[in-house]
């Protein structure tokens, strides 16, 4: 039993939330075509409104105030080329919620309101205001540019939803000073954004190159180079080194090595004379003797 209350009373909820968000959806819905098609007098400003397919741009917004003629005083836009007509109806389009009651209590009788007109880009001055006075006479609205021409009077509330949108009659269509010079293609675009500063992206590192390899001429000796190595005598180890002795100065040094330091002729002693004097005699004497035993 508990559940099941508990359960009954969350859709219940439900329903009401639901029904709470369409009523508050079709409250602020509305469409500028079809009230001023309910009001009679109003076909060649409602005509205007769709062929310069501003009623599509009333119809998005959510609280605006539209300032009407009837077909009388809409005759002043005829022979405009349409896109001068609707710059002249966006002047009409207030983009906040007056009603009669709300404009006859202005503060200090006076108001500066905005317009459709200046949203677009093009209103250079106060092109795109409007200039809202209250006194014993009525209401008037006129173009806020400096030497406008006469101010259109309030004639009459038309219709009003409370607080999305209000449409009031006007007595003349409202024309602000030069307004049919400005152009939709001479505005150029806003500029885009500037870009993002690019992080730089970092360097690559060098990459470390192997030393040169050796060639194999700087390496190894040519043939000829070899030989010319081979054949040439070695270079003293030293600069005072002296030449190496021949065979035969090394074997006279022998000889002297082991006998000594001989006497010379003078040095000869008495006694050594007489020895060699005798060893010559015997040498004569053999020699004689072999030559005449041959003979």
Do not use: W
Not at 8 to 15: G, P, T
Not at 57 to 67: G, S
Not at 94 to 114: E, F, M, R
Not at 172 to 188: C, D, E, H, K, L
Request: aromatic residues 4%.
């Amino acid at each position: 039993m508990g559940s099941s209350g508990c359960c009954f009373c969350r859709r219940c909820c439900c329903v009401i939330f639901l029904a709470f968000l369409l009523s508050s959806s079709a409250a602020s819905a509305f469409n500028i075509t079809r009230i001023l098609e309910h009001n009679a007098g109003f076909g060649t400003f409602n005509s205007y409104l769709t062929q310069t397919e501003l009623a599509d741009e009333i119809n998005r917004r959510e609280t605006l105030t539209v300032l009407a003629v009837d077909d009388a005083a809409a005759a002043a836009l005829s022979g405009q080329p349409l896109d001068v007509v609707r710059k002249v109806l966006s002047v009409h389009v207030i983009l906040d919620y007056y009603d009669v009651p709300k404009l006859q209590h202005l503060h200090k009788k006076t108001a500066l309101v905005t317009t459709l007109f200046q949203s677009t880009g093009l209103a250079t001055g106060q092109m795109g205001f409007l200039n809202v006075s209250v006194s014993a006479a009525g209401v008037t609205l006129g173009s806020a540019v400096a030497g406008a021409g006469p101010a259109a009077q309030l004639v009459k509330p038309v219709a009003a939803q409370p607080y999305n949108i209000s449409v009031l009659q006007v007595s003349s269509v409202i024309f602000p000073p030069g307004i049919q010079n400005t152009n939709y293609t001479a505005i150029p675009p806003p500029p885009p954004p500037p870009p993002a500063a690019a992080t730089p992206e970092p360097a690559p590192a060098p990459e470390s190159s192997p030393p040169p390899a050796s060639s194999p001429a700087a390496t190894a000796p040519s043939p000829a180079n070899a030989v010319d190595d081979d054949a040439s005598p070695p270079a003293p180890e030293t600069p005072d080194a002296a030449p190496a002795a021949s065979p035969t100065t090394a074997a006279a040094d022998d000889d002297n090595d082991d006998q000594g330091a001989a006497p010379g002729p003078a040095d000869a002693s008495p006694a050594a004379r007489v020895t060699l004097g005798a060893g010559g005699v015997a040498v004569v004497g053999a020699t004689v003797l072999s030559l005449l035993s041959a003979l």
